[in-house]
């Protein structure tokens, strides 16, 4: 239970419509290269453009959530709460059985978290968490990926395009890093993002099964997230539930008292 509920809160943060009011949300149809007509031109210059032309514009979200976390024979549910103010901070809660279990708090210049069990926390930059975790990270990686961005901004990397049945995909190798980004055909929408380091034995993948549509912009309505140390698969399954688009939010955030700290080495 208690490294399951740690795994959790790490990968979160990892791995994470109408002004002041809840917005209504229509779900997104998407589909794959093969509806495309056979005389349209693809290349990854317009698969790029098209994608970034999807502008989703807000100050801040408020997402409630459901999550499940697998690994290996162990499984758990919990709920979790992503409060966003764009570019500046994102505050995630993580709760099981209606009680507050871990918190972790992002910002461009740190990453702060506690988790009640062990009774830890941590407060860092992004190198030492980064080389813990096997993959560079930062503010803005985080931020893309739970609203269905690709980390990388692709306008500033060349990239090799091939087609499948399913997918336009973006490939990219880098230093022994391999990279890649597919996308549905109707509107360039991010499906599948993955990082992968075979020489360290490890990949890590974003998937969006499904999008909702608001009217400030499309949003993903699930997030799936694998991890694969070795021959060792983590799953997280992240449902959105709701989201609010610019709202007030506070971030209150502060380490209960008798917490002991880790450091990352």
Not at 226 to 235: D, I, R, S
Request: proline fraction near 4%.
């Amino acid at each position: 239970m208690k490294k399951r509920l740690v795994s959790v809160t790490v990968i979160f943060f990892v791995c994470i419509t109408f002004l002041s009011c809840k917005s209504k949300a229509a779900f997104v149809e998407t589909k794959p290269p093969t509806s495309v007509p056979d005389n349209t031109v693809v290349t990854s210059e317009k698969i790029i453009q098209s994608h970034y032309s999807n502008k989703v514009d807000f100050s801040t979200l408020y997402i409630k959530a459901s999550a499940k976390y697998k690994h290996e024979d162990d499984s758990q549910s919990v709920t979790a709460e992503i409060r966003i103010k764009k570019d500046e901070q994102i505050l995630v809660s993580i709760r099981f059985l209606g009680i507050t279990m871990a918190k972790a708090l992002i910002t461009p210049k740190e990453v702060k978290y506690y988790e009640k069990l062990n009774g830890n926390y941590f407060e860092g930059n992004y190198e030492s968490l980064s080389r813990w975790l096997g993959t560079d990270l930062d503010f803005v990686k985080i931020q893309n990926m739970l609203i269905g961005k690709p980390i990388d901004d692709l306008s500033k990397d060349k990239y090799s395009f091939t087609e499948t049945d399913k997918f336009y995909k973006l490939n990219a190798n880098n230093g022994g890093t391999e990279k890649s980004f597919s996308f549905e055909a109707e509107h360039f929408l991010l499906k599948k993002q993955e990082v992968i380091q075979p020489e360290k034995q490890r990949s890590f993948e974003a998937n969006y099964p499904n999008f909702q549509s608001y009217p400030l912009g499309i949003l993903p309505a699930s997030l799936t997230i694998n991890a694969f140390q070795k021959e060792v698969k983590t799953t997280i399954i992240i449902d959105y539930n709701s989201i609010n688009f610019n709202e007030e939010l506070t971030f209150p955030y502060s380490v209960p008292e008798g917490y002991d700290r880790i450091f990352i080495k």
